[in-house]
């Protein structure tokens, strides 16, 4: 039976972040909405709205920019690196591995029940290991589909992290050095997509055509380089009803189908927007009110994909051919247990494993972050 007492009101960790918190939690009900649409907008809206996955770049900044404000400081030799290692490891495995297991039984029972799919993964060992171990963004086993698809971009992110010592040994030897490098490495990216397929750039030439590193070293890259220029950015704190127009720009520049540098360029702003105001401004109430929901982002996430595969594709458009108000009615369900599962996921599995995993001995015990950001 499930202890409701357990369950405390999710409260900021610190009040150093609430505008990226915000933005975090704000980019994570976009991508919940951008794979479920298909099956609420037409064909040609729900291909024209396709940028909205453009809202993983905006997690990569964002992941840039936090992991370098709570570690830049606190790497320092090998010893400290695997610490880092360990604790996030008990922040992205736990939930990674339990909703694996989870979407391959799902899948598993589909093809028992026989029914249609369009993207059924492999059960090959190979290709499961390979995404258990999150390295599925970076060595292919042959399948172009994964078990809960979206962790691709938890393989970036792990991969980032574990090349993070990197930037810091650059920005460490010279002042803002690794800004330059950054930036040149971005602005390669960039160049060499418009260079390929000329000033039309599409969001399917981003999201698809760009190596998944690539994709993750451009968005880290800039949230570390926000990180190191935190300082000189003060003269370009916008008033909070700016940053919420420029977030509304974003969203209406994804539904829009506009260029994806544009929406990239965008997306920048808005983040170095909340990166200014977190340093310089006092958050609004409602901004103290939203951010505590950002602890949720990573579970909202990981859940997503599996409530909108049974509660929509399955049973909504597959078993019952719904359409209009059948399929409004399951998504609003399938949304509330998405919310419920991440809120029950984040506080009685998540924050137990990732204290089990930070209690271990390997690289030595938990030591005291320089802030009290959650992390």
């Known amino acids: ?21 915000t933005l975090r939690f704000l980019a994570a009900l976009g991508i919940v909405f951008h794979h ?20 993983v770049d905006m997690f990569f900044i964002i992941s840039g920019y936090v992991i370098s404000y709570v570690y830049f400081d606190r790497i320092d030799d090998l010893h400290s690196y695997g610490r880092f290692l360990k604790k996030r490891i008990g ?16 899948y598993a029972g589909f093809a028992a029940l026989q029914l249609p799919s369009r993207h059924t993964p492999s059960f090959s060992p190979l290709c499961i290991a390979d995404t258990a171990i999150l390295l599925h963004s970076f060595i ?33 030897n010279v002042k803002h050095r690794d800004v330059f490098f950054i930036v040149t490495i971005c602005a ?8 390929r397929y000329g000033i039309d750039l599409s969001i399917h ?16 890259g800039v949230g ?13 704190t916008p008033h909070i009803f700016i940053l919420s127009a420029g977030f509304l720009a974003i969203v209406a520049a994804m539904l829009a189908g506009l260029s994806p540098l544009l929406i990239l360029a ?85 924050s137990p494993m990732r204290r089990a995993i930070d209690n271990l001995s390997i690289f030595g015990k938990r030591d005291t972050p320089k802030s009290t950001v959650m992390n």
Request: proline letters at 3%; aromatic letters at 12%; one cysteine or more.
């Open 205 to 220: 030439d981003w999201t698809n055509n760009l190596h998944p590193l690539l994709r993750g070293l451009f968005g880290f």
């Open 224 to 236: 570390v380089a926000l990180f190191r220029l935190r300082h000189r950015i003060k003269r370009l």
């Open 266 to 350: 965008l997306i920048i702003v808005v983040v170095t927007g909340a990166v200014a105001r977190d340093n310089y401004a006092t958050a609004i109430p409602i901004v103290m009110r939203i951010a505590p929901l950002g602890q949720l982002t990573y579970s909202i996430y990981m859940w997503h994909w599996l409530f909108i595969l049974v509660f929509i594709n399955i049973v909504g458009d597959k078993l019952m051919k719904g359409s209009g108000a059948v399929i409004a009615v399951l998504s609003l369900i399938c949304y509330s247990c998405i919310f419920i599962t991440s809120l029950l996921s984040f506080q009685l599995f998540e």
């Open 188 to 195: 390669a990216i960039v160049l060499g997509l418009v260079h």
């Open 91 to 106: 922040r992205l495995f736990p939930l990674h591995l339990l909703t694996l297991f989870l979407s391959a039984a799902l």
């Open 140 to 172: 292919h086993c042959g399948n172009d589909h994964y078990f809960n698809g979206v962790s691709w971009s938890i393989s970036v992110e792990m991969i980032m992290y574990i090349g993070f010592p990197i930037a810091i040994i650059l920005a460490r």
């Open 36 to 55: 479920s649409k298909e099956f609420m907008l037409s064909p040609a809206a729900t291909e024209r709205s396709e940028g909205l996955a453009l809202f």
């Open 1 to 21: 039976m499930l202890k409701w007492s357990r369950l405390q009101p999710l409260v900021a960790t610190s009040g150093e972040m609430l505008h990226l918190d």
